[in-house]
């Protein structure tokens, strides 16, 4: 067995998925830095709040991302996203909890997600995403530029991984991070 507690989660420390990866983590004796931005909200007890120059980097990185999402609307989210990028730049593996949609003949991620997942696109992570209505894993294929089908579960395999996804995570993506921790830990 891989000695479990040089792994660290990265997390943004959210209701929902952001919390079951901390869960694990915590049961599992691995470190968690749960990232935010100056609020009062943010309960985890492993918060690592950004400073000035930090958010600055973030906002730099969420930009980046929306020149390929191209959503409106962002900046009163830039707390939230600018934070995003921390939980992906420390990290070398990327595991989310979403859906997946058909946009322009490829997959897109979902909802808030598809900010942290685009920016690991875009620094080249490995990406991980758990589909809660396909009930399926899939991973990014940079070759075709593209989400294809994983035909086995994952596993973490760097002491750095991120784990990340929706608010309104069902049972099957509660079963999914837990069999996620279960596969590599045992």
Same mark, same amino acid.
Not at 72 to 101: G, H, M
Not at 115 to 144: G, P, T
Not at 154 to 163: A, D, R
């Given at each position: 067995?891989?000695?479990?507690?040089k792994y660290?989660?990265h997390?943004?420390? #959210? !209701?929902?998925t952001?919390?079951y990866?901390e869960?694990?983590?915590k049961?599992?004796q691995?470190?968690?830095?749960a990232y935010?931005? @100056?609020?009062?909200?943010h309960?985890?007890?492993?918060?690592?709040e950004l400073n000035?120059?930090?958010f600055?980097?973030?906002?730099?990185?969420?930009?980046k991302?929306?020149e390929?999402?191209k959503r409106s609307r962002?900046?009163?989210?830039? @707390?939230?996203?600018?934070?995003?990028?921390?939980?992906?730049?420390?990290?070398?593996e990327?595991? !989310?909890i979403s859906?997946l949609?058909?946009?322009?003949? @490829?997959? !897109?991620?979902k909802? +808030?997600t #598809?900010?942290? *997942?685009?920016?690991a696109?875009?620094?080249r992570k490995s *990406?991980?995403?758990?589909d809660q209505?396909?009930?399926?894993?899939f991973?990014y294929d940079?070759?075709?530029?593209?989400?294809?089908?994983?035909?086995?579960?994952?596993?973490i395999?760097?002491l750095?991984?991120t784990?990340? +996804?929706?608010?309104n995570?069902n049972?099957f993506?509660?079963d999914? *991070?837990e069999?996620?921790?279960?596969n590599?830990f045992?």
């Amino acid at each position: 067995m891989k000695p479990i507690n040089k792994y660290t989660c990265h997390s943004g420390g #959210a !209701a929902g998925t952001d919390s079951y990866f901390e869960f694990f983590s915590k049961r599992y004796q691995i470190n968690v830095v749960a990232y935010s931005y @100056k609020t009062r909200f943010h309960q985890s007890e492993h918060k690592y709040e950004l400073n000035e120059n930090e958010f600055s980097e973030g906002v730099q990185n969420v930009h980046k991302a929306n020149e390929i999402l191209k959503r409106s609307r962002i900046n009163p989210y830039l @707390k939230l996203l600018a934070r995003n990028w921390f939980q992906v730049k420390y990290a070398d593996e990327v595991f !989310a909890i979403s859906t997946l949609k058909k946009q322009n003949e @490829k997959f !897109a991620v979902k909802g +808030g997600t #598809a900010w942290a *997942v685009q920016m690991a696109v875009n620094a080249r992570k490995s *990406v991980f995403v758990y589909d809660q209505e396909q009930l399926q894993w899939f991973y990014y294929d940079y070759y075709f530029g593209d989400f294809n089908i994983l035909k086995t579960p994952p596993k973490i395999t760097s002491l750095n991984f991120t784990g990340i +996804g929706t608010r309104n995570i069902n049972f099957f993506g509660m079963d999914a *991070v837990e069999q996620l921790f279960k596969n590599t830990f045992g």
